[in-house]
């Protein structure tokens, strides 16, 4: 359990802050310390699922070391004492919290337990500890941003870091929680009205699809967020952020949107159909930003809001056109706004910078020169680095009128934000600008490999030193991923460095050059994807996937067949851990069609990968010989990772019939295992020691089986893979759990649930639910046995995972209970399992 405490995931490795609390009775107050935590641009670290009850010491003590700030609240509760146990584990985290600074806010109460009581007490002798009272959530919020902002003022310097980068792990791909609004760094600034009118729409229940519209660079996202933020209690069941700029295709709007809701595309059922049911009952806002590229994905819009109940904030400069659109029409800050504004960006970048009587006049004609539009106003700000007020407002008052001439079908206010693009990219040198009209053809963002590869090329240019340039002038945006740099390009900067690419007749050689660099990215990231290490690879994907996606579609676009293969092969483990079957079964079947030039290996590629994802779905025999002949093309071509793949693909299957040859099958799991040894591929060895336990098992061969799944459990924790390592568990568990050893089976599923719950892998989550329901009810439990079903199908529907499973037995159960006389009592529970909170139901299974 150590090496998974140590994989807490906050890519942009900011300031973390653990909040330590009961859950049920704080879950008001716990939605209001992340907000607020979240709106310092602080990552919180909470236990949501797997803190209750009484975790291993080693997973919340690693949480613990990793955190920069503790955060405690308390009302009434001391919490859940396991048996064996002295203490709570809320008790423990504070007893087992470094030397950070702790903020402790305590809800008034004439009704706390007593051993909470002396924890208080404790807490209250303790100097460290900053310790106040508050009555509601409201109050909290307010106190929580107040403590945090003079703490972070106080106590740390951004150069000053105590903790190493963490370790990242496949945790990045599993995970399936709701990517949720960002944390913008800064204020917003005069939109106290649009804010007001976003927010009583979005409170009339008759109003669900409110659109903010307005040119670029105006300020429509940030208006966006400010909003939803202050409806959040509106919304119980969340709210989902899906931002649509890397977007360009409309088809590709609901696998956006299904991958900001966390539901896993493994190409069993439409996307759209699973998204419709996940959605069905569910109280929530989806926040689309960038619409008006793929407005024509308006009709599947409209179509998600009558499947359901959920409530749209969209952002667009231009209207959605759906019956029942409500819209909000972003205009130019306020003069006193647009001046606060200038003033505010001026002293982030050059920190003596204030407003004095000498530049008070100069400021004021910049922010009108501007027409108060706030991205026009950022970019002049950020050279006061090198201008005064008065320098600046000289050389747009040159500028803008002969750039504001331009294209005069855009509307008065979007010519000024070009304009002051266009000017801002004047004041570059000639190499700096070409970066970055290069760099306007990745549709998300990009490291630092990406940056030195598009400079390829460019005679005597330092790329490092030219995107310092970029980042200095505001025109492209940094924001660490762990240890790596990570950058991006506004929307509207963008796209004005790709019409310049277009007029230059240069965007075909540059994304020819884009694609090409994915394409050796999935090359180098293949071989460590299936070793020790691979989750830091699985982290870099996951930021890399709006880039693949664009390299894919580049090469089909330019029929570059072979090509797509390559790009997709390599990166298998991770589309597939990823939930991400069904797109790239799509891109498989276009190579198969007639029209395709294939090599021999591509076309295994695409054979092997179609039918795959197929084999998992259904126990199909018609599947074996198709499988078996993709291992002998792999063979053929000299693949012996996709003569392995297509070995432990046929072994499945080959399980999976209604009566399966075990022969065929182990003889078929040998072959695999000598590619993979030949190989040192761990991940295959581990996956194949599953196969034999499963081939073991269904010979009732039970003390073979614990042996082989044991070893896979152990390679597993080895090479860091946490989804090996889920799986390796949960077989233990049921094995464990068929020779009448209770406690082993319990021991084994409560973690694989704990380890799902900490990382965030609702799939994982709802097979311990599956096993731990079996336990509840051999135990009597029969409402037990149904809320865990209930919550376990809830996950599920949520996350379109509505197929058969191989990993979970516990249907028969469910049957028996069901022919029972408690057949009513398990289906009440079931009912109200599916609607509870997925931590309460957890911590009942672990209870």
């Known amino acids: 359990m150590d090496r998974v405490a140590g994989a807490i995931r906050t890519p942009d490795q900011r300031l973390r802050v653990f909040v330590s609390s009961t859950l049920k009775e704080l879950a008001p107050e716990r939605r209001a310390a992340r907000a607020a935590i979240e709106r310092l641009a602080l990552a919180p670290v909470m236990f949501e699922l797997g803190a209750r009850p009484h975790p291993p010491r080693s997973l919340y003590r690693a949480y613990l070391e990793q955190s920069d700030i503790f955060l405690g609240l308390y009302w009434e509760q001391y919490g859940w004492i396991a048996p064996g146990e002295e203490a709570s584990g809320l008790d423990d985290e504070w007893n087992l919290a470094p030397d950070i600074p702790k903020l402790i806010y305590v809800k008034r109460s004439d009704h706390r337990q007593a051993r909470l009581e002396a924890l208080l007490a404790r807490i209250r002798e303790d100097d460290r500890a900053s310790y106040v009272s508050f009555a509601d959530a409201d109050e909290l919020a307010d106190l929580v941003v107040k403590d945090l902002a003079t703490l972070l003022a106080e106590r740390f310097d951004a150069g000053d870091r105590r903790h190493e980068p963490i370790p990242e792990t496949a945790s990045a791909v ?36 409110v659109t903010i519209t307005g040119p670029g660079g105006i300020g429509k996202t940030r208006l966006a967020i400010a909003a939803a933020r202050a409806v959040e209690a509106s919304f119980p ?69 009558a499947g359901s109940a959920v409530s749209v904030l969209a952002t667009s400069r231009v209207l959605l056109r759906i019956s029942g659109e409500q819209s909000v029409e972003v205009g130019p800050l306020p003069s006193a706004a647009a001046i606060d504004l200038f003033v505010e960006r ?136 762990g240890t790596r740099a990570w950058f991006t390009l506004l929307a509207t900067v963008r796209e004005y460095a790709r019409e310049q690419l277009e007029t230059r007749g240069a965007m075909s050689d540059c994304e020819e050059r884009h694609a090409r660099f994915y394409l050796r990215l999935a090359a180098e990231a293949g071989g460590p994807l299936t070793r020790e290490g691979q989750g830091e690879w699985m982290s870099r994907l996951v930021d890399e996937r709006d880039g693949l996606r664009a390299a894919v579609a580049h090469f089909i676009a330019t029929r570059q067949w072979n090509e797509v293969a390559e790009l997709v092969w390599p990166l298998y483990l991770f589309w597939w851990t990823g939930g991400q079957l069904g797109e790239i079964k799509g891109w498989m079947n276009r190579l198969l069609e007639p029209d395709a030039e294939l090599t021999g290996h591509s076309r295994a590629i695409a054979l092997y990968v179609t039918n795959a994802v197929a084999a998992q779905q259904v126990p199909d025999p018609r599947l074996l010989p198709v499988l078996a002949d993709c291992a002998e093309r792999f063979q053929r071509e000299g693949d012996r990772y996709g003569e392995a793949s297509a070995l432990a693909s046929l072994a499945t299957a080959q399980l999976m019939q209604s009566q399966p040859d075990l022969d065929a099958a182990e003889d078929t799991v040998q072959r695999c295992l000598r590619l993979v040894e030949e190989l040192d591929n761990p991940v295959g060895r581990a996956f194949a020691g599953m196969l034999f336990g499963r081939i073991e098992l269904l010979r009732d061969h039970v003390p073979a089986a614990l042996d082989r799944f044991e070893a896979s459990l152990a390679l597993s924790r080895d090479i860091g893979d946490i989804f090996a390592e889920e799986s390796s568990l949960n077989h233990l568990a049921w094995t464990r759990l068929r020779i009448g050893d209770l406690d082993g089976a319990r021991t084994c599923f409560s973690e694989q649930l704990l380890i799902s719950s900490s990382v965030g892998h609702e799939e994982g989550v709802a097979y311990g639910l599956e096993g731990m329901l079996v336990l509840a009810a051999t135990s009597g439990d029969v409402e037990l046995a149904g809320r865990l079903l209930g919550a376990a199908e809830g996950i599920r529907e949520r996350k379109g995972l509505f197929g058969s499973s191989m990993f979970s037995f516990h249907q028969p159960i469910v049957e028996q209970i069901r022919a029972g006389p408690h057949a009513a009592d398990f289906e009440r529970a079931r009912m109200a399992g599916r609607g509870a909170e997925v931590a309460e139901v957890v911590e009942a299974a672990l209870a």
């Open 237 to 305: 069941d969340g709210i989902a952020f899906v931002d649509l700029a890397p977007v360009q295709d409309p088809a590709m709007v609901m696998p956006a949107v299904a991958h900001a809701l966390g539901i896993r595309d493994t190409g069993d059922q439409p996307l759209a159909e699973k998204i419709r049911r996940a959605l069905a009952d569910r109280r929530m806002l989806l926040v689309l930003d960038n619409v008006e590229q793929v407005v024509e994905a308006a009709p599947q819009i409209s179509a998600l809001l």
């Open 174 to 209: 599993t995970s399936t929680e709701l990517i949720g609004l960002p944390s913008p760094l800064t204020r917003v600034l005069g939109r106290d009205d649009e804010v007001d009118a976003v927010t009583r729409m979005l409170g009339d229940d008759g109003r669900r699809l």
């Open 346 to 481: 001026a002293h982030a970048v050059k920190p003596d910078f204030d407003r004095t009587i000498e530049n008070a006049d100069a400021i004021a004609a910049i922010s009108e020169s501007l027409d108060g539009t706030p991205l026009a106003l950022e970019l002049a700000a950020a050279r006061v680095r090198v201008f005064t007020p008065a320098e600046i407002l000289t050389r747009l008052d040159h500028a803008l009128p002969l750039l504001v001439s331009g294209p005069r079908d855009l509307p008065e206010r979007q010519r000024t934000i070009r304009a002051t693009i266009e000017w801002s990219t004047q004041l570059l040198q000639e190499d700096q600008r070409e970066l970055l009209l290069r760099l306007g053809v990745f549709r998300g963002g990009f490291g630092l490999d990406a940056v030195e590869w598009m400079a390829e090329g460019l005679d005597g240019i330092a790329p490092i030193d030219a995107l310092g340039a970029l980042v200095d002038g505001s025109l492209v945006r940094e924001q660490d991923r």
